[in-house]
């Protein structure tokens, strides 16, 4: 497989649930994303990782649980959610020595439809 | 902070040039983008500009940077119905310690035979 793979793809899950959301890239990348889309309003940053270090936890709640085993795997573990928290998930990527210079350019999945009931 | 703000529909016939438009806050921004996110899919990157130029051309798309206005177009010529999805702009910031990229709303685009 190339790119930023996500799965699953859809997940539905109750409050008192725990999942999580997987996210593998195949593009030599090491810095990685978790990105959250609702409905009308703009993409948010939730986590960045660097060489498995994480820069950027940007005020998320604790029910939402980043884990970068590798500059290849990135998860985000899901537990005691709310229903506002169902969203598109977003995993990306971009090659790390951007990350501070140059364009850093993004290469995103195709996202974790999130259902919480 | 950052703020991106863009207007969400624009609708446009077959064949015609679309412009979708977007304003941005931070001066200090160094790269602008542009992506495009069709139905059941993620982000794609469509093209970015260096704050430093003012225009870019690549094939059918063309950006426009107007940096006093912190202004910034794209403009797809001869539009195609598989051109509709939601176009996203972003903004890399200069004055963070790593790329944090922000994004503005996005714009809905509907092109009708």
């Known amino acids: 497989e190339t790119g930023v793979t996500q799965t699953p793809r859809h997940l539905v899950m109750g409050m008192t649930n725990k999942k999580s959301l997987k996210c593998e890239q195949h593009?030599?990348?090491?810095?990685m994303y978790w990105y959250k889309q609702s409905a009308k309003k703009p993409l948010e940053l939730m986590f960045v990782?660097?060489?498995?270090?994480?820069?950027e936890n940007n005020s998320v709640p604790s029910r939402f649980s980043p884990e970068c085993p590798n500059s290849s795997h990135l998860f985000l573990h899901l537990h005691t959610l709310q229903p506002e928290d169902s969203a598109l998930y977003l995993c990306?990527?971009?090659?790390?020595?951007?990350?501070?210079?140059?364009?850093?350019?993004?290469?995103f999945g195709a996202g974790s439809r999130l259902t919480v009931l | 902070g950052e703020d991106v703000e863009q207007s969400l529909f624009l609708s446009v016939r077959e064949g015609d040039s679309s412009v979708i438009n977007c304003t941005y806050t931070?001066?200090?921004?160094?790269?602008l983008y542009w992506y495009k996110q069709e139905p059941g899919a993620g982000l794609q990157l469509l093209t970015y500009?260096?704050?430093?130029?003012d225009m870019k051309q690549d094939q059918r798309l063309t950006v426009l940077l107007n940096k006093k206005d912190k202004h910034l177009s794209l403009r797809i010529a001869d539009t195609q119905t598989g051109d509709s999805a939601i176009y996203f702009c972003?903004?890399?910031?200069?004055?963070?310690?790593?790329?944090?990229?922000?994004f503005g709303q996005g714009t809905i685009l509907t092109v009708h035979p």
């Open positions: 990306a990527s971009s090659q790390g020595k951007q990350l501070y210079t140059g364009a850093n350019v993004l290469t």
């Open positions: 593009l030599g990348h090491n810095a």
């Open positions: 990782y660097s060489l498995e270090e994480r820069v």
């Open positions: 931070d001066s200090s921004s160094t790269y």
């Open positions: 500009i260096f704050s430093n130029m």
């Open positions: 972003a903004e890399r910031a200069g004055g963070t310690s790593y790329g944090k990229l922000t």
